[in-house]
Every structure is written in structure tokens, then in C-alpha cells.
């Protein structure tokens, strides 16, 4: 996926996502990284007490090892984009699981915090952003029926992952010290390789295995006779040869696909994000000193956290099934929009929360409202930008949510410092979160559908979806035709041709399709690919 054919020198044609099958394996692949790059930031903040007293620094100091992690995790999106489009997902996931493996394992060996900060943050912080992005890419071309779904559950490794690495992070920092658990951490890191290893692309050999079919029974109605037959097959492989050669020199691999920044509903669901994430992070990381500052004992305020996390496991899957609903899916950018307002309000109705009671309610409707976020945010971006460009949108997307995570909960923690007052914090986290809400629904609605019913309904042309390939079949159908022609050849022969070739790569992409109405690929379906660009592209306007 992502990769150009080195043959053609330019991207495959899409193939239909079979939402199952591998997949699944897929899936669980992706469940794990996505727990891995969430929650290890997190879990490694059991070692910092043993680090301030070995490295003879404060706790601020120690926290950047997680700052660095996440930094690194949003910061070097373009980075992973260009380097999957490049060379393809699972590469690029096997290259990141050995770095992030080795960076933990290199940090057990350091001796100042420096060295740290290079090890554990920089270099494991590289390899899970290398595995996080090319596996939600990899999500997107197995599943589209399915995909919300898919999203929920893959999203649900998070939590999942959270509640299992820090209690584990303290048995072994209780039996083997920081530097064993550290050691102990890179090895499990390592089953980022395997989960790198099932992401198999899908088959992009039926293209070729319909042109194929398609050649011969054009030789043989052409040519019926038996020794001619195999000459006009060879004569027809050569001239597909020579006309891809042509083709060569006009496409080029895209790296980063900068174009998306002409898809208005990209712009609004950026902007969106940036507001969101300057507030969605604060509650969760004050929300233990809060609790401790009220008078709460440390244990209780400790598990607070863990109440989030349970609930967050079920509703990520729950909110991906009412998602994949038919009539919630094509409107899935409102019940995004539904997400962060619940999100944002639940911060500022517990504001003035001053009892145990009270967080633990916060906490139930946190975790509902987080879950759903997190569940919707990246099946709201595919649905924008469709399976195609999603490795060059997301690169951008994490880059742009790098800057506002770096601004929001340090700026946070500042204001604590400033007023020594937790109830402004959260009203101020709670309002840009409903501020994003309210933002993404206006634009979605004045922007995009008051716009869209206001234009005139589209011609079909090449240019609706998959431009490009589809001038290419084209201009394919025309050749064919001039060299027909050439031959002398009867116009309604031609056609039968035609007929036959196309009856005969429908049957060899009927497993494929699934069903009879789907749309194979071929130079001789020009029409067929046409009707399935234009759907695809009315279903991602129509987010």
C-alpha cells in the first residue's frame, strides 16, 4: 500500500478492501501498536522516582523522556508519510519496532539523563511513530464497510495496553530495578516486528491478471485461427509493453501529497483538531494532583485513572459499531463534532467537583466522551480524504497536533503553578474543547453541505476520482481501437472482442468483488471504473 509500481513508476490501482479475512490479523496488529505508542509514554513515568535519585534531578527533568516520546510520536508525521510512500508499510514498521526496541535497550545502559533523553525519547519515540502511522494506513485498505468498527477496536489498545504496561512497569522495577525494567520493556517492544511482519498488501495482481484475459480473447476473436492466435497475443503483449514505456517518463511519485490542502473539509477538520488537542490532554494529566489537592488519598486518587481506563476500553468499540451504522456513517463528522462537545462540557459540569463522588462521576463521563474521540478521530479523517491520500493527510495532521500538545498542557501546568487554582484549568480545557466541537459542525454544515447543494450535480469525467488512471484506460480503449483499424479489422468483431474480454475478467475478479455489481479493473471497463471514482468521491464529500 502507498507503494509505486516500479514497473509503471506510478501508484497501483486501488484494490477493493476485503473488511475481513486477513484483515483481522491486521487488526490485531494495529491494536497493539496503537497500545504501544499511547500508552508506553505513560507507563514510563513509574521509573522516574528511581531516575531522580540516580541522575540527581527533578521530576520536570524526568518528564521530558514522555514529552520527547509524544513529541516525536506527532512530530515526525511527514517523516513517516514520505518514507511509507516510499517503500511500502511493512518495511518502514519493521525498520521502526528494531528502533524503538533498541532505544529502551540502549537506555538501561545510560548514565546521565541526557543520554535519556537521546535513548528512550528520541530514538524509541522514532521507531513506534514509524509503527503507529503506517498501521492505521494499513487498517484503511483492509476495511471500508467495516472500518468504524475496526477503528473502535484498534483504538481500544490504548487502554488496554495502559492498564497492563504501568502495573507491569512496577513489578519490574520492584524486582530488577530501572535499568532491568528498561532492558525487559525493549524486548517487549519487539513484537512491534511481528505486528509489522502480518501487514501484508493486498493482491495488486489482478490488474494484470484481467489485462491478460483480456488480450487473449481479443487475439482470439481477431484472429481465430489457431497458429495466428498465439502470434497476435505476443504482437498484443508487445504493444502493451511499448505503450507502458511511454507512460513512464509522464508520472512521478508524490512523497507528501501537499494537494490534500486543497479539500476544504481536510482544513476544517485540521483546525479543529489543533483546538481540541490543546484541551483534550489537561484533565486526565492534573487530574490526580486535583484529586490529591481536595484531599483525597494517594491511593484512591490513583485509581481514578484506572476508572478512565476501563471505561475508555468499551466505549472505543461501542462507538465504532454506531459509527458503521447506515444511517449514522454518512454523517459520522456530526456524532465527531457530538464526541468533543460531551467531552468539553463533562470538563466544565466537574470543575467544581470537591468531593471523591464527585471525580468519580467525572470520571465515568470522561471516559465515555474520551473513548469516543479517540474512536472517531482518524475514521473521520479517512472518510475526508479517502484510503488513497490517508498516509500523507495523517503525516500532516500528527505534525500539526505536535505543535498544540506541546502548547497545551505545559501551558496548563504553568496556570496551576500561577493561581494555584484547578477549577479555571478545567474550564479553560473544557471550553476549546467545545469551542473545536462547535467550530467542525458550523464549517461542516456552511462550508460543505450548504456549498454542495448549491452547485449543480457533477458531469462524470476521469477527473471526479483517480484521474489519472482513468485518462489512462482511456487513451488504452483509443490505441486499441486506431490498431484495429490498422488491420482492417470489422467494427463489430471489435466489439465482440470487447464483450468477451470483459465477460472474462468480470470472472476472474469475481472472487475479488464479492458481488456482481462491483467494478473490475481493466482497459476495457472505462465506464465501470468511472461510476466507482465518482461514488468514492461522493462518499468522502459527504462526510
Known sequence: MGRADPEEGQLPAPVKPPDGGWGWIVLLGCFVITGFSYAFPKAVSVYFKELMKDFHVGYSDTAWISSIMLAMLYGTGPVCSIMVNQFGCRPVMLIGGLLASSGMILASFTTNIIELYLTAGVLTGLGMALNFQPSLIMLGTYFDKRRPLANGLAAAGSPVFLSSLSPLGQVLLEKFGWRGGFLIMGGLLLNCCTCGAVMRPLDMGMKRKMEKAQDKYEAKEMLPIGGK??????????????KKAKKKPKKGKKLLDFSIFSNRGFIIYTISKFILVLGLFVPPILLVNYAKDTGVPDTEAAFLLSIIGFIDIFARPACGMVAGLKWVRPHVAYLFSFAMLFNGLTDICSARASNYTGLVIFCVFFGISYGMVGALQFEVLMAIVGSQKFSSAIGLVLLIEAFAVLIGPPSAGRLVDALKNYEVIFYLAGSEVVLSSVFLAMATYCCLNRGKKKEPPPEK??????????????????EAEEHSSDNHQPAHSTDNAMVAASEE???????????????????????????????????????
Open 229 to 242: 492466435s498465439e502470434e497476435a497475443i505476443s504482437t498484443t503483449d508487445g504493444t502493451k509493453k511499448a
Open 461 to 478: 469525467n476521469p477527473s471526479t476520482g483517480g484521474g489519472s488512471d482513468t485518462e489512462e484506460a482511456e487513451s488504452d480503449v483509443q
Open 505 to 543: 475478467a468480470n470472472h476472474v475478479a469475481e472472487e475479488q468483488s464479492g458481488e456482481g455489481g462491483g467494478c473490475p479493473e481493466g482497459d476495457g471497463e472505462v465506464l465501470a471504473r468511472d461510476s466507482c471514482s465518482a461514488d468514492q468521491t461522493v462518499e468522502r464529500d459527504s462526510f
